[in-house]
C-alpha cells in the first residue's frame, strides 16, 4: 500500500513514491580528485536507469570531492540527485548551512547519515563533530522544511523543500534493534528509507514482518539495498568489512562455483529484486554498484523496471 502524503513538487522521486510506483535509485562514489570527470562518467554510465542517484559523502571517512559538489554536478547532467550528508563533519550551522546551500542549487532530496569514525579513514586524527545524532539531524531538516525556521528559532527567508532520507541496516544484529533504529527515524520525520544491501531475504522478510507489525509501512517509503557481486572476492570483501552487511554461505558457494562470476552476480540480484518486489512495504530498490557502475542499466533493464517514469 503506497504511503499516502502530499506530493511535493521538485522531487521525482517523491514522485514516482507517491503514485505508487516501484522507485529505482542508483550511487554515485565521488573520488579524491579536483577534476569532476570520474564522477560525471559514473553519471553517464547510469543515465535514465533510476529516479534519482545517491551521492555519498566521504564514506568510510575517507576524503572525498563533497557531497554538494558532487550532487551539483549530476544536475548538471539532468539527473536527479540525492545528496548524502554525514554529521560526523558538521555541527548544527554547517548542517543547515549545506541543506540550504543544496535547495539553491536545485538538489531536491537529501540522505541523513550519521557518517563513519575518522579513525576508520585516511585522516586519523580528524576531530570528529557529530554533534546532532541522525534523528535530531532528521528532525532539523523537516523543521526547516516544513517550519521555515532554523534550529535556533530564526525564520528561513524561502525553506528548502527536500524529500527527507535516511538509512537503516536490518542485518548484523537483532531484527528488534534495527526495527526500533527505524522507528526512531521515522518518528522523526523520515520520509523514507534506503536500507543496507540485502542477501540473506529470508532475514529480511522476517524485519519487514516486524516492521509492518509497527505500521511502520505505511509512515515512510522503504527501498531496499542491492549491490551485484562482481565476484566471490567482493562478497567475502562485504561480508568481512563492512558494517551491517551479511553474505549468507548459500550465496557466497554460488559465487564459488560460478564459471563466470559477474554473471552469476547479475543472476542473483535479479533474483534478489523479483522476491523484493513480492514483499509488502518494500517500495523499490537502491542499487550500490561501487566500481561497476555500467551493470546498473543491466540489471534494471533485465528486471523490467526501464524505462523509469518520465
Known amino acids: 500500500m503506497a504511503v499516502s502524503r502530499p506530493l511535493r513538487v521538485g522531487s521525482r522521486l517523491e514522485r514516482v513514491l507517491a503514485s505508487g510506483g516501484f522507485a529505482v535509485t542508483a550511487e554515485v562514489t565521488p573520488n579524491a580528485s579536483g577534476s569532476p570527470e570520474k564522477i560525471l562518467a559514473q553519471v553517464r554510465a547510469m543515465k535514465g536507469c533510476a529516479d534519482a542517484l545517491n551521492v555519498t559523502d566521504c564514506t568510510r571517512a575517507l576524503v572525498r570531492i563533497s557531497s554538494l559538489a558532487a550532487s551539483a554536478l549530476v544536475l548538471q547532467e539532468d539527473e536527479e540527485p540525492v545528496m548524502q550528508v554525514v554529521t560526523r563533519d558538521r555541527n ?93 527515524k521515522v518518528d522523526a520525520g523520515a520520509d523514507f528509507i534506503q536500507t543496507q544491501a540485502v542477501y540473506d531475504l529470508d532475514v529480511f522478510e522476517e524485519w519487514m514482518r516486524l516492521v509492518r507489525k509497527e505500521w511502520l509501512h505505511e509512515k515512510v517509503h522503504i527501498l531496499a539495498g542491492l549491490i551485484p557481486l562482481k565476484s566471490l572476492k567482493v562478497a567475502r570483501f562485504l561480508d568481512d568489512k563492512v558494517p551491517g552487511i551479511v553474505v549468507p554461505p548459500y550465496v557466497m558457494d554460488r559465487m564459488a562455483k560460478a564459471s563466470d562470476q559477474k554473471a552469476e552476480g547479475i543472476r542473483i540480484a535479479l533474483e534478489t529484486i523479483e522476491r523484493l518486489r513480492d514483499i509488502e512495504g518494500v517500495r523499490g530498490v537502491h542499487v550500490m554498484a561501487v566500481g561497476w557502475e555500467d551493470v546498473v542499466p543491466t540489471v534494471v533493464q533485465k528486471a523490467g523496471l526501464h524505462p523509469r517514469p518520465a
Open 92 to 184: 548544527r550551522i554547517a548542517l543547515q548551512a549545506d541543506l540550504l546551500g543544496a535547495h539553491a542549487l536545485g538538489v531536491r532530496n537529501v540522505l541523513c547519515l550519521k557518517g563513519d569514525d575518522p579513525a576508520a579513514g585516511n585522516e586519523p586524527d580528524a576531530m570528529p563533530v557529530f554533534e546532532y545524532t541522525t534523528e535530531q539531524f532528521i528532525a532539523l531538516a523537516k523543521k526547516l522544511r516544513d517550519a521555515g525556521t532554523l534550529a535556533g528559532g530564526d525564520v528561513v527567508e524561502d525553506p528548502p523543500n527536500l524529500f527527507v532520507g535516511a538509512a537503516a541496516s536490518p542485518f548484523g544484529g537483532p531484527l528488534e534493534d534495527a526495527v526500533v533504529n527505524l522507528r526512531g
